[in-house]
């Protein structure tokens, strides 16, 4: 099993991509312990959602959509594997920067009076995820990059119903972080035009080019300075 997958992932390099959430984890658990808000994200239509915990269920679909997604096109679409980890590893990132040098929080949670299971659920969301580092959000920004990256999809192409409802899905995750009080309008707004302009750059722009340039010159560079290595592994 190990000698397959090893296999597999020398014939797929690409894979490696995923390595990337090591680095995202590490670094938002520390800005989560880290960081304290200096900047109160409130907007006034924001006071007219009312809280509503069903909508806990579409947001933590957003975890089983984040996996599915890249796992789907890493095996059966590389290209659009590529472009949704430029879309969403490229928004987590300049997430991560925005909350480290402009720590923002939120005021608008209130006390939870219900006691089913989505209420309960939302309670302990709430114990893991303080109201901190909140815009952009990251669960919008990574939503909208899914839904482009399906819509933009050549074999999802011929699934029309899988794509349509995989957007809708992608919608009703945006706004189950405003009704279950998790992001303010403005974090939505913000995750959403932050993707935006990403898929510009994923669809709209040669970036593979810069970034096989850079891995061609970087390869130059080795080879200048080492040559003796090179030839050894050469011949």
Not at 59 to 76: E, N, R
Not at 98 to 119: E, F, H, Q, V
Request: hydrophobic share 50%; net charge positive.
């Amino acid at each position: 099993m190990i000698k397959k997958v090893s296999k597999w992932l020398s014939a797929n390099r690409h894979a490696y991509a995923m390595l990337f959430f090591i680095f995202y984890l590490a670094v938002f658990f520390t800005l989560e312990h880290w960081d304290r808000p200096e900047h109160i994200i409130h907007f006034f239509l924001d006071d007219y959602i009312p809280f509503n915990e069903y909508f806990i269920i579409p947001y933590f679909m957003w975890f089983l959509c984040i996996a599915a997604s890249l796992v789907g096109f890493m095996v059966y679409e590389k290209e659009t594997f590529l472009n949704l980890c430029l879309m969403m590893f490229g928004g987590m990132t300049f997430c991560l920067i925005i909350y480290a040098l402009i720590p923002s929080g939120l005021d608008i949670r209130g006390k939870i009076a219900g006691n089913n299971l989505c209420c309960q659920l939302t309670k302990w969301l709430y114990s893991i995820d303080t109201p901190t580092n909140v815009c952009p959000s990251i669960h919008v920004a990574s939503s909208v990059s899914i839904a482009f990256a399906v819509w933009k999809s050549k074999k999802l192409k011929s699934y029309p119903k899988f794509q349509f409802g995989t957007i809708a899905l992608m919608i009703l995750i945006c706004i189950s972080t405003v009704f279950i009080k998790q992001h303010s309008l403005i974090d939505v707004f913000c995750g959403i035009l932050l993707s935006t302009v990403l898929y510009y750059v994923a669809y709209y722009t040669n970036w593979k080019s810069i970034t096989v340039w850079t891995k061609h010159q970087l390869v130059l560079r080795h080879r200048r300075l080492h040559p003796n290595s090179y030839r050894r592994w050469k011949f």
